[in-house]
């Protein structure tokens, strides 16, 4: 097995958990204000990490998809919200460097596309943009195709009218790169709508269950104007993604492995006695159910990583079913080690402000994220080698 823990991962991850601390001591007033953590992107900003995907000679830390994995993985073990919004921004930073490094585009389309990801790249690194991926519309189950907001090319861009759900760093985002299509073609457009933009409205009340510091409102685009050249990849490269480079789709999935250790560090403490509270590690029901939590995790921390050792362009079949089973297992096991933790850490853990509350509730969120929600992915998978011809 591939060894993950490079010299350079290992240093990257090390400055994320020297950041831990700071970021886990204002989790809980994320989570009871539903406010988005921007003192937590100051500090990311600070240490580069906004620029995490971008590469070195344009003023980035040069990290690929797996390096984002663990560094994903390590920052929601503080701060779940903090991390899945992380997720959106830079998750467009991968697409449109080392994803559409491998995508096929035409000679020009290449050197346009390279001419526009620059522009983006200098807004991170320069003045801290943060950029949101809008694209769920909740009606397309599988939400990487027809969709319904439209871009009418207009001189010098589009106009963009349609309605996005959960659109995670709504407040937030500088650039809400959204998914749309132009009318008589039926390729997807990945286009930055600028935030300041006229004609967009931020709708409805933001207050879940969980990862409610996301604060993911639904958006509303009326005959907003974008520029040609905000156009984020060359038509038909979005749909390239979903067949040629799916592990995109999986990017959610690392930040339900954080919220699994994070539970699992808050339940070592809680048994050892850590910070003055009483030692209960001599009981052996606890140590069996600490047992069962570290097996759970061992389980979908390992197939994460076998993915992320032979994750790249064009996937064989064997290599997609395991990233979805790696996604089913992450987004599965976080809420059942959560709810383990709950019975073995005792009612305590119940009270408010508990960072296990906290974590039980983030934990149960992920199974429904689409377009590789829990029910759409096993659905695939309870047909997948069965139904092959
Ligand atoms: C905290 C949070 C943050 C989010 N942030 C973003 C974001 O930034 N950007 C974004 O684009 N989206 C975001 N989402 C939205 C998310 O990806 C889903 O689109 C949304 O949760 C789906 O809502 P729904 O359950 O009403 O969907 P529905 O489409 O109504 O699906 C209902 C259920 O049926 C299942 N289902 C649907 N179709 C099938 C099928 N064919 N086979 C089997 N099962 C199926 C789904 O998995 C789901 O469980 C976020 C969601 C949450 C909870």
């Keep these: 097995m591939i060894d993950l823990m490079t010299p350079r991962r290992r240093e990257l991850v090390g400055r994320m958990a020297a950041l831990g601390p700071t970021i886990a001591a204002r989790a809980d007033q994320v989570d009871r204000d539903a406010a988005f953590p921007y003192e937590n992107y100051a500090d990311l900003r600070e240490a580069g990490f906004l620029a995490l995907c971008i590469p070195e000679e344009h003023g980035g830390l040069g990290a690929d998809f797996s390096t984002y994995a663990l560094i994903s993985e390590e920052l929601a073990r503080h701060c779940g919200s903090t991390a899945l919004t992380f997720n959106m921004h830079t998750a467009t930073m991968l697409l449109i460097g080392q994803i559409a490094d491998d995508l096929s585009m035409g000679d020009e389309e290449r050197v346009e596309h390279d001419r526009r990801r620059t522009a983006v790249w200098r807004g991170v690194v320069e003045d801290g943009t943060i950029h949101a991926q809008p694209f769920s519309e909740g009606r397309a189950?599988?939400?990487?195709?027809?969709?319904?907001?439209?871009?009418?090319?207009?001189?010098?861009?589009?106009?963009?009218?349609?309605?996005?759900?959960?659109?995670?760093?709504?407040?937030?985002?500088?650039?809400?790169?959204?998914?749309?299509?132009?009318?008589?073609?039926?390729?997807?457009?990945?286009?930055?709508?600028?935030?300041?933009?006229?004609?967009?409205?931020?709708?409805?009340?933001?207050?879940?269950?969980?990862?409610?510091?996301?604060?993911?409102?639904?958006?509303?685009?009326?005959?907003?104007?974008?520029?040609?050249?905000?156009?984020?990849?060359?038509?038909?490269?979005?749909?390239?993604?979903?067949?040629?480079?799916?592990?995109?789709?999986?990017?959610?999935?690392?930040?339900?492995?954080?919220?699994?250790?994070?539970?699992?560090?808050?339940?070592?403490?809680?048994?050892?006695?850590?910070?003055?509270?009483?030692?209960?590690?001599?009981?052996?029901?606890?140590?069996?159910?600490?047992?069962?939590?570290?097996?759970?995790?061992?389980?979908?921390?390992?197939l994460t990583y076998r993915v992320l050792g032979e994750v790249g362009v064009d996937p064989t079949e064997d290599q997609l079913h395991r990233a979805w089973s790696a996604t089913v297992t992450a987004m599965e096991t976080a809420p059942e080690v959560a709810s383990t933790a709950v019975r073995v850490c005792g009612g305590r853990s119940l009270l408010r402000p508990s960072a296990l509350e906290r974590m039980y509730r983030d934990a149960r969120c992920g199974a429904t994220m689409l377009p590789w929600s829990v029910e759409v992915t096993l659905d695939r998978l309870g047909r997948a080698g069965l139904y092959d011809d």
């Excluded at 069996?288 to 570290?294: K, L, Q, V």
């Design 141 to 302: 189950p599988g939400e990487t195709a027809g969709f319904a907001t439209q871009a009418v090319p207009v001189d010098g861009g589009f106009r963009v009218s349609g309605r996005k759900i959960f659109a995670s760093l709504s407040e937030a985002a500088d650039s809400h790169n959204v998914t749309c299509m132009v009318e008589g073609d039926d390729r997807v457009r990945f286009l930055g709508v600028p935030a300041d933009a006229e004609g967009i409205t931020i709708q409805g009340d933001w207050d879940p269950l969980g990862m409610r510091g996301t604060v993911s409102k639904n958006l509303l685009f009326d005959n907003v104007f974008v520029r040609a050249d905000q156009e984020l990849l060359p038509p038909g490269c979005f749909d390239q993604v979903a067949t040629r480079w799916p592990y995109f789709y999986m990017t959610l999935s690392f930040s339900y492995l954080g919220i699994q250790r994070a539970v699992l560090d808050y339940t070592a403490a809680a048994l050892r006695g850590d910070g003055g509270a009483t030692e209960r590690r001599d009981h052996p029901q606890k140590q069996n159910g600490w047992a069962e939590m570290r097996l759970a995790w061992e389980r979908s921390q390992a």
